[in-house]
């Protein structure tokens, strides 16, 4: 059987990647910029990290793939931070649109996104409003969630996400 291709954006150390590893894709690029969040990725994945700025990196210098994994940065919209969302001087409340520029070319048959659960509500909604037109009009299908980490497993904290999925195909 083969396993379906995993591409990795804002990969960090890999841990969604982890979860989809165990459960039989194959993760076979990773792009992230921090080096040592690469360090400690390239120790558990036998995938070279391309750490360059996304902003940099061309669709089709990516090889093909069928699912695309995303935790792009949360910084813009968190209760933690300034919450300037795409108006963030340091350019990460814009870093989904190059997301975009890289579905749109290369047309995964699904996306998965996470970010902080108030990126939902930011800016009265718009910023979500957004990022799910933008899914909608390159032809996906859309489904999303707030989960909380403490009701899944074993695990001592709150941490409250979105997790966004993107479908080419309903039926799937």
Do not use: W
């Not at 990460?92 to 997301?99: A, I, K, M, Q």
């Amino acid at each position: 059987m083969n396993k379906l291709k995993v591409a990795s954006f804002f990969a960090g150390v890999g841990g969604i990647e982890l979860g989809f590893e165990k459960a039989g894709f194959k993760t076979i690029y990773a792009n992230e910029i921090d080096k040592y969040a690469i360090r400690t990725y390239q120790e558990n994945f036998n995938v070279f990290v391309d750490s360059r700025d996304i902003n940099d990196v061309k669709a089709n210098e990516i090889p093909d793939f069928e699912i695309m994994l995303a935790g792009f940065p949360c910084q813009a919209f968190s209760l933690a931070g300034y919450r300037k969302g795409f108006e963030d001087e340091k350019g990460r409340g814009t870093l989904f649109f190059e997301l975009e520029r890289i579905f749109k070319t290369k047309k995964p048959k699904i996306i998965f996104l996470e970010n902080v659960r108030n990126l939902v509500g930011h800016d009265n909604g718009n910023t979500f409003r957004v990022i799910l037109e933008k899914l909608e009009n390159a032809g996906y299908y859309v489904k999303y969630k707030i989960l909380n980490s403490s009701d899944f497993g074993n695990i001592p904290q709150n941490r409250e996400r979105i997790y966004i999925l993107a479908f080419l195909d309903k039926e799937i």
